[in-house]
């Protein structure tokens, strides 16, 4: 037996939080915000919904650094419901 | 500094070493008059925890304590200071190189330098 899924079905969905920070938040005039996603949606998938999405999204780099609940975070990972996705310019502290 | 050397002094530590990071103004920088840091706050926090961490467990018995300043740092004065002591100095120094490298490298803190002009630009590195 096989075992079809009915594409008439809505794909469950995943809320996380977008946080930006210095030169991103100045560039889009925003530094935080609520972003709804398909359930599979990894980190890079986020940024790229971001980047389509925001007024002046496409200053953002297509891969910037990010980072997932305080974490570092490769942009294959994928997230869950009421991650914080942060987005982070390239680091300068010391 | 003095408070960071007497966080992690102890009778079998006998050496320490410390490292101030101060604002420069280099002969390539322009005239800046100050840097000012911003942060993701919570995860520094956190990324300096797991920092620590691997610390730990690579020098066990060695103490380390570290400090970051957030906003308007003048240049000449110290913007992070970092310490480790541990048995033999040959530890405290690599102890100490480490803390301060992963702290640059994975710290999520930004600087936007000022000019004397009253402009601003974010720095990179």
Redesign the interface.
């Known amino acids: 037996m096989s075992l079809i899924a009915d594409p008439r079905t809505p794909r469950a969905s995943i809320t996380i939080e977008c946080r930006l920070f210095a030169r991103y938040a100045e560039l889009l005039g925003r530094d935080q915000l609520t972003l709804t996603l398909p359930e599979t949606a990894t980190v890079g998938e986020a940024i790229a919904t971001l980047r389509s999405r925001l007024e002046q999204g496409d200053l953002l780099p297509a891969a910037p650094l990010a980072a997932v609940n305080l974490e570092h975070s490769q942009l294959d990972r994928q997230l869950r419901d009421g991650d914080e996705l942060a987005l982070l310019p390239p680091l300068a502290g010391g | 500094m003095a408070a960071l050397l007497a966080e992690v002094s102890a009778p079998e530590r006998g050496g320490a070493v410390a490292f101030l ?1 101060t604002v420069r103004r280099g002969p390539d920088d322009g005239p800046v008059t100050a840097i000012e ?4 706050e ?2 520094v926090v ?2 300096f925890d ?1 920092i620590i961490e691997e610390a730990r467990a690579r020098w066990p018995e060695a103490g380390f304590a570290a400090r ?1 300043r957030l906003g308007a740092v003048p240049t000449g004065e110290a ?2 200071g970092i310490v480790a002591a541990a048995p033999h100095r040959a530890q405290a120094f690599e102890a100490g190189r480490f803390l ?1 490298e992963e ?10 330098e000022r000019f004397d002009d009253g402009t601003a630009q ?4």
């Not at chain 2, 840091?37 to 993701?40: K, Q």
């Open positions: 990071g840091y911003t942060a993701y919570a995860m956190a990324e797991r970051h913007s992070i301060i702290a640059k490298r994975r710290l999520p803190v930004w600087k936007r974010w720095r990179d590195a």
